[in-house]
């Protein structure tokens, strides 16, 4: 075949591609019968350099009128609202002197005018925005502006900043502040010294849900006003449960405490966690600087370091979080023996900490109450033969069994077990265990058909299993 493609290009609707228009029955025919003659073309085409470019853009074409009969082009505007909220279009992050950033626009419009119109008209996607205090201009406030309109009366997710210690702009804050009935989400990251500013909104914050105090308590501008008093303006927000301080102890402002689920502290806050009765989930990845007993919450989320002060009678599921750090296998026993929590303690998860397959071993023991397990990305190799030999039961009903009320089981990271290993541990733990979720990033690994086999017989006995190996940049599902 010759190099010249027009002779063999399929036709295809530009204009239906953009508007994401989804083709009539007829149209549908059409572009199936388009499609099979330019795969038909495709394979006519032999080795040479004009053949290949021929086939490059037949290839191209066969992908555009593939596009017009995507699922996605029938999906109704609600739905397609909600793939737009999902993390894949997280808010923008501000940079320069940008005043007002949202949700990332542009790769939305760049697909068709349908996408750009939803998008337009879906409120939620223009209620979740950061602004700075800092940044003075017409376009500023014209931004501003411009979200409040097009999130119409949706409830505002708001990160309210300044920069470098500026100065504040009292007519952003106030158009800001204006709002404050329709705030669901707050993050204020600045000077603790400008909360005196958000006094007036004492009262009028009705349907707060989450607050969050970040700051520093340094004043770097000479010519900058000295605020000193408080503010109380948080203290009546009914609906407020989850709040994140990380700010001195010294200037946190009256807060419902009384009423907060959630809780995430710098170590200078984490008592603000014994004035929570109702708190269900601790964050805390800072030491403290000193023994720390945290008797309400049943949830906590922490650092290794955390570990060495904190006691927590009433702890059910742990969080505990490395980013590199190394384990204690001493510190962690300790805890536990602080706590007196072995008997409660039903969920752990262990996330990239540098720990060793002994580690692992020796902490089994100590868990008799466990019901899941969560082992993710941990280093280095530290899931090995030896430690899915420690899980594997020896009897159903052996005394020397280790987690006997194990019902979910989730493995993440690049280590390097045997396959028989871990089918023969999962096997023996059939008849306890509910889900198993392996997530397998080793890309040597591989199954031979009678380990699959053996992995499906899981799901056919009532056990859902998900096994996921690492290929090129994601998880392909196995099983």
């Known amino acids: 075949m010759s190099g010249d493609s027009s002779q063999v290009l399929p036709p295809h609707d530009l204009v239906a591609l953009r508007q994401n228009r989804y083709p009539d029955p007829t149209e549908q025919a059409v572009i199936r019968e388009a499609i099979a003659e330019a795969e038909a073309h495709l394979g006519d085409l032999y080795g040479s350099a004009g053949e ?3 086939a490059q853009k ?22 397609l609202s909600s793939v737009f909220m999902a993390p894949t279009f997280p808010p923008v992050a501000p940079k320069g002197l940008q005043a007002v950033v949202g949700r990332a626009l542009d790769p939305i419009v760049a697909v068709c005018s349908h996408w750009r119109a939803t998008a337009l008209a879906t409120p939620e996607f223009w209620s979740t925005f950061s602004v700075s205090l800092s940044a003075k201009n017409e376009v500023s406030m014209d931004l501003l502006n411009l979200y409040l309109e097009r999130s119409k009366s949706y409830p505002l997710s708001l990160r309210i900043f300044t920069r470098n210690f500026r100065r504040v702009h009292r007519d952003i804050l106030t158009r800001l502040l204006s709002t404050s009935e329709r705030w669901s989400s707050l993050h204020l990251n600045f000077e603790t010294r400008l909360l005196p500013l958000f006094s007036s909104l004492r009262g009028r914050l009705p349907y707060l849900e989450s607050l969050s ?15 000193v008093e408080t503010t109380d303006a948080f203290e009546l927000a009914p609906k407020l449960c989850a709040l994140e301080c990380f700010i001195s102890m010294e200037v946190v402002p009256p ?9 995430s502290a710098s170590r200078n ?25 945290v008797t309400n919450a049943s949830t906590i989320h922490a650092s290794t370091a955390v570990l060495r002060t904190l006691t927590s009678p009433k702890l059910v599921f742990l969080r505990v979080v490395g980013v590199g750090s190394q384990w204690s296998q001493p510190e962690f026993s300790s805890f536990l023996q602080r706590s007196g929590c072995t ?17 692992i071993i020796a902490l089994l023991p100590l868990l008799p109450a466990l019901r899941t397990l969560n082992l993710r990305k941990l280093r280095p190799y530290t899931i090995t033969d030896a430690v899915l030999h420690a899980l594997t039961l020896i009897t159903p009903s052996h005394a020397n069994n280790v987690l006997p009320e194990l019902e979910t089981l989730i493995i993440s990271g690049s280590y390097f077990f045997g396959n028989l290993f871990l089918l023969a541990m999962l096997e023996s733990r059939a008849a306890q265990l509910r ?13 031979d058909a009678p380990e699959m086999g053996r992995f499906r017989a899981f799901s056919a006995g009532g056990i859902s299993i998900s096994v996921k190996r690492w290929v090129g940049k994601g998880y392909v599902f196995l099983v």
């Open 52 to 54: 290949r470019n021929v």
């Open 343 to 359: 008997a409660c303690l039903h969920t752990l998860v262990l996330e990239e900490i540098l720990m060793h397959a002994n580690d």
């Open 58 to 79: 037949l290839r191209s074409h066969i992908d555009v009128l593939s596009s017009q009969l995507a699922p996605i082009r029938r999906l109704p505007p609600e739905i």
């Open 269 to 293: 806050a984490i008592s603000l966690a014994n004035h929570c009765p109702e708190l269900d989930t601790l964050y805390c990845t800072t030491q403290s600087t000193g023994p720390e007993v």
């Open 213 to 227: 105090l970040r700051g520093s308590t340094e004043t770097v501008d000479p010519t900058a006003p000295t605020l």
């Open 435 to 447: 889900t198993v979720i392996l997530e397998l990033r080793e890309r040597e690994r591989e199954f």
């Open 255 to 263: 807060l419902p405490l009384i009423q907060l689920t959630s809780l």
